[in-house]
Each structure stands twice: as structure tokens, then as C-alpha cells.
Nanobody, 120 residues
Framework: EVQLVESGGGLVQVGGSLRLSCAASGFTSDDYAIGWFRQAPGKRREWVSCIVPSEGLTNYAESVKNRFTISSDNLKTTVYLQMSSLQPGDTAVYYC?????????????WGEGTLVTVSS
């Protein structure tokens, strides 16, 4: 059974930094991508970033480019989202998801999310 568990959310002040983690288990192939998404209160879920851990390929939404960095550990079982220069607009529940085909277009498994609150 594939499981994705997010952690690292919390309360941070404007301009601060936070690192989210996504621990993936139960998937035996190296052919996958991990994406981060977020959903702010009253808004639709939006894509943030993707990584293909086996190739190190990454991409980002324009709203987070140059502020957020996605990476994976050497074992490729944990994906991180380093967030800096955080703004109130970054407040959201952040989800990680796994795709066996196309990230962010076709995600197969989802975590339960971790809340990030940016206070001014």
C-alpha cells in the first residue's frame, strides 16, 4: 500500500522559512514523480512543484519560483519542500502526491496534508 505522510507544517512569520517533508512508502518502482500542492481556505487546490527523484528533474509554479525548492533524499524516499520568504498568501494546507505518469497532471496517491500558516 502506497502511503505519503507530510510533516513540517506550522506557524511562521512573514519572511520566514519552513521545510516540509513528504515520506513515501509502499512504492517499489523508481519511475515516479512527487508533487506538492496547496489549498488555501476557500480556494481551489493549486499545484506548487514537482520532482522526479530518479532524474532530479524539478519544476515550479510561477508563484513560488525562486522562493521554494523541492528536493529528495539519497534514498529517494523522502521529498522536501524548502519554503522561504513566506507571505500570507502562502497560507494553506500543503499536500504531497505521487504520480506514475505525469506530474502535476495525473496524480495517483495523496497524503493527508500539513497546515502552513504565515502570520503578519
Amino acid at each position: 500500500e502506497v502511503q505519503l505522510v507530510e510533516s513540517g507544517g506550522g506557524l511562521v512569520q512573514v519572511g520566514g522559512s519552513l521545510r516540509l517533508s513528504c515520506a513515501a512508502s509502499g512504492f517499489t518502482s523508481d519511475d515516479y514523480a512527487i508533487g506538492w500542492f496547496r489549498q488555501a481556505p476557500g480556494k481551489r487546490r493549486e499545484w506548487v512543484s514537482c520532482i522526479v527523484p530518479s532524474e532530479g528533474l524539478t519544476n515550479y509554479a510561477e508563484s513560488v519560483k525562486n522562493r521554494f525548492t523541492i528536493s529528495s533524499d539519497n534514498l529517494k524516499t523522502t521529498v522536501y519542500l524548502q519554503m522561504s520568504s513566506l507571505q500570507p498568501g502562502d497560507t494553506a494546507v500543503y499536500y504531497c502526491a505521487l504520480s506514475t505518469s505525469s506530474c502535476p497532471g495525473d496524480m495517483d496517491y495523496w497524503g493527508e496534508g500539513t497546515l502552513v500558516t504565515v502570520s503578519s
